[in-house]
Structures are given as C-alpha cells and as structure tokens.
C-alpha cells in the first residue's frame, strides 16, 4: 500500500511531468475503476479527453490532477496500484486499468495486480474534488498542514485514543498507514497502546519530530514512482524488509535500538503492530 511519503513523491513527479501537458486519449481497460465517480467509461472519458492538466495536489493517499474548465482528476491508488509513465505507442498489459496519453507524447498507465482493483479514479468538478474522493474535511494530513507540536498536541488530547489507532484512523489522520505509524511510533519510543492524551509534552515533541523525520526519510528512500511501473514492496517475496524500515516487517529481529527482539501484536481483526517492548514505552 502507498502511503503519504510515496505519494507526495509521486505527486512532485507529475508537477514537473504532467502539468501543462493536454490529454489526448483515455483508455479505460476496466470499468470498475471509473463507477465511484462516473455512470460508465464513455462518461468518464469524456470528462477527461482533451482537458489540460494545470495543477498537482494530494491529499492524504489521493491524487488531484487539476485541470482546465474547473475540474479535477481524482487519482486513488487504492491497496496496491501504481501510476507511471509510459511511451504513448506502449502496450497495455494485463495489469494496467487505464491509459492516458497526451498530445505532446508520453502516457499515464494506472495499474494494479488484482482480480478486483482497489483503485478508482474519477473527474470532478475542482471545488468538490475533496468531498467526491472521500477526504474527510478535518482530518489531519501531517505534510499539508503542517502543524505545530502545540497544535499536534491538542489534536492527540482531543483523539483521545490509542496511538496506532489514532495514526491509522483516516478521519483522524490522512496518509499514514500501517507501515509509517509503526516507524513513527518506534522513533519516538512509545508504544501502540498508549492513550493520546496521556502524553507528557516531552512525548508530544518526540512523537512531532519523529513524524516530521520518518515522513522525510521515507520519501527520500521512495525514489520515483512515477518512473516504476512496480513500486518498491515494503516486504519482498523473500521476506525481505526495506532498508529504511526499522521495525515494520522486522519481527523476530533485534531492535536497532535496544537489540532485544521485535514484536507483532494482533491489535484488533486485521490490524496488527510492529514494536519492542524494551525501549517503547
């Protein structure tokens, strides 16, 4: 799954790549992707035929391609899909959901490997883009707004919940996931359970700073998306562990930290969490 960091890095890709750039044709290989926003595909690629792409925006997971005429193309990448670039004459494999040339050359393909894509993407009228795709209005997107620790503070008193729930609840949080909560929360040493308004202020600049740090090293180590057709797995076929993940994936080895062994505790149905018991408190 792409979370906050690969997206806004995909999201600076396609400010300098697609900006400026007018569709030319839209392939739409699977119907399914376009229902949430259109009634069927030729509605959805009428929308989008001939539209000029003048802003980049992301919110949360979401991909917002402003265009011409007061509309937006909403992008989601769902659980596992890709957007990359392609040559305009390029094939389209099994995977790929839907393609996107442009009159200057070039393409998008939006892909994913699933019998049932995850994502969807849709062209809205620009001053709803938000709402259409989902976004609630309140949530916290940690690069977007970019509060201060005082504010983050308040908003950690206010959830009132425990620390992985709270980073993981998109109507709490936009972007961060399974895999950059369990980061967050190691760097700053505090562990899953432990209720948001329980913090003492020195924990709220730990769990500010190590936000701020996870998030950039994360996108450094994202490279380019929009480059791969294949995002980088955070956990390979091998059972191999991105390099900089310290303790997503990691259970049953040692804690950079402290060396004792890390830990996956089941949380609740189909949430789990990577930590050490040693040195998160």
């Known amino acids: 799954m792409l979370e906050l960091p690969e997206v806004e890095v995909l999201r600076k890709d396609?400010?300098?790549?697609v900006v400026g750039k007018r569709v030319k044709d839209v392939t739409v290989q699977t119907a399914g992707i376009v229902r949430p926003f259109h009634r069927n595909r030729p509605d959805f690629v009428k929308a989008l035929e001939e539209r000029k792409v003048v802003a980049a925006r992301r919110r949360g997971r979401a991909i917002f391609l402003d265009l011409d005429g007061e509309l937006t193309w909403v992008i989601d990448p769902g659980d596992n899909g890709s957007l990359h670039?392609?040559?305009a004459s390029e094939q389209l494999g099994p995977d790929t959901h839907l393609a996107v040339t442009f009159t200057i050359g070039g393409a998008l393909h939006l892909s994913e490997a699933a019998d049932q894509p995850t994502v969807v993407t849709g062209v809205v009228p620009t001053d709803g883009a938000f709402e259409a795709a989902g976004i609630p209005p309140d949530a916290l997107d940690p690069?977007?707004?970019?509060?201060?620790w005082m504010e983050f503070g308040r908003f950690l008193a206010a959830a009132e919940r425990p620390l992985k729930l709270v980073l993981t609840d998109p109507s709490l949080v936009a972007g961060i996931g399974p895999v950059y909560s369990d980061e967050i929360l190691w760097e700053a040493g505090l562990r899953h359970d432990r209720s948001s308004a329980s913090l003492s202020t020195q924990e709220v600049r730990r769990l500010y700073r190590a936000t701020q740090e996870v998030i950039g090293a994360a996108m450094k180590a994202a490279g380019s998306p929009l480059d791969d057709s294949d995002?980088?797995?955070m956990i390979d076929d091998d059972g191999e562990?991105?390099?900089h993940l310290r303790v997503y994936g990691r259970d049953g080895l040692p804690c950079s930290r402290c060396r004792q062994p890390i830990k996956r505790t089941r949380i609740k149905k189909g949430v789990y969490t990577y930590h050490c018991e040693q040195c998160m408190i």
């Open 14 to 17: 396609l400010e300098k790549e």
């Open 85 to 87: 670039r392609e040559t």
């Open 143 to 148: 690069l977007d707004d970019n509060p201060t």
């Open 231 to 233: 995002v980088e797995p």
């Open 241 to 243: 562990v991105a390099e």
